[in-house]
């Protein structure tokens, strides 16, 4: 749907669209339009705008990530369909490693995200291994890559839902999570919470990121 620019919720319908266009292509599930509907009724209500916690936030992730010695970052259906190119751009700058990391499982969604990020510049995406689990968790993302997130020591999830984090967390690893909800399971129990809309928070990683590699 090609929404006029000037409609006064032109970025708002716009953000829908790729998500849209995300289920069409496979990439992403049917119920990450109902995430993606939580997600935009927490933004309207700050206003849609980052404001200056997310933005702290922001700075202490991009210290966490250049820190790490073993950063990974987590892509689901949802992130994959809104930011694949400043995921990967950011997977470069750090450097980190990219892993497909989904709740409804499906090989062919995860072998679909690889590619549109592959597609958008990455050399490298790992997939989870049916033979690689980390504890503490039942659902689909228990599954793992053993160069990604099993031996991660910094994992981030732009946005998901709350059964992993805590999980991840019990593993050891330090999480950096991006969610609108404030009040969800991973925006509480993630090392580092910003709460923001994961479209302008990326690209604003991405800024400080290179602003402290220099
Ligand atoms: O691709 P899969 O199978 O891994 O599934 C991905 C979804 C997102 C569908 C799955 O993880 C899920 O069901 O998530 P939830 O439980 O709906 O939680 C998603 C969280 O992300 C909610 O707290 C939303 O408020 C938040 N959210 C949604 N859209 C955005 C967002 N946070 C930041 N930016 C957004 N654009």
Same mark, same amino acid.
């Given at each position: 749907?090609? @929404?006029?620019?000037? %409609?006064?919720?032109?970025?708002?319908?716009?953000?829908?669209?790729?998500?849209?266009?995300? !289920?069409?292509?496979?990439?992403? /599930?049917?119920?990450?339009?109902?995430?993606?509907?939580? $997600?935009?009724?927490? +933004?309207?209500?700050?206003?849609?705008?980052?404001?200056?916690?997310?933005?702290?936030?922001?700075?202490? =992730?991009?210290?966490?990530?250049?820190? =790490?010695?073993?950063?990974?970052?987590?892509?689901?259906? &949802? /992130?994959?369909?809104?930011?694949?190119?400043?995921? @990967?751009?950011?997977?470069?700058?750090?450097?980190?490693?990219? *892993?497909?990391?989904?709740? %409804?499982? /499906?090989?062919?969604? *995860?072998?679909?995200?690889?590619?549109?990020?592959?597609?958008?510049?990455?050399?490298?995406?790992?997939?989870?291994?049916?033979?690689?689990?980390?504890? %503490?968790?039942? /659902?689909?993302?228990?599954?793992? &890559?053993?160069? $990604?997130?099993?031996?991660?020591?910094?994992?981030?999830?732009?946005?998901?839902?709350? +059964?992993?984090?805590?999980?991840?967390?019990?593993?050891?690893?330090? @999480?950096?999570?991006?969610?609108?909800?404030?009040?969800?399971?991973?925006?509480?129990? =993630?090392?580092?919470?910003?709460? +923001?809309?994961? !479209?302008?928070?990326?690209?604003?990683?991405?800024?400080? !990121?290179?602003?402290?590699?220099?």
């Amino acid at each position: 749907m090609k @929404v006029p620019k000037t %409609h006064p919720r032109y970025t708002s319908l716009t953000i829908r669209n790729k998500l849209v266009e995300g !289920v069409k292509k496979g990439i992403t /599930s049917k119920h990450g339009l109902i995430a993606h509907g939580r $997600g935009e009724a927490f +933004d309207y209500l700050i206003g849609e705008k980052t404001n200056i916690k997310a933005k702290k936030a922001i700075e202490r =992730a991009a210290k966490l990530l250049l820190k =790490a010695k073993h950063p990974v970052i987590s892509v689901n259906g &949802n /992130s994959a369909a809104l930011v694949p190119k400043e995921l @990967v751009q950011l997977s470069k700058l750090i450097p980190a490693k990219l *892993e497909v990391n989904i709740f %409804h499982s /499906s090989k062919k969604r *995860e072998l679909k995200i690889k590619k549109e990020l592959i597609r958008n510049g990455a050399k490298e995406v790992l997939l989870p291994q049916k033979n690689c689990k980390i504890k %503490h968790l039942d /659902s689909n993302r228990k599954y793992v &890559n053993k160069e $990604g997130i099993y031996k991660a020591d910094v994992v981030f999830v732009p946005l998901e839902d709350g +059964d992993r984090t805590e999980a991840l967390i019990k593993n050891k690893k330090k @999480v950096i999570v991006i969610d609108l909800n404030p009040m969800s399971r991973s925006a509480q129990k =993630a090392t580092i919470t910003i709460v +923001d809309n994961i !479209v302008r928070a990326v690209p604003l990683l991405i800024e400080k !990121v290179k602003q402290y590699k220099n």
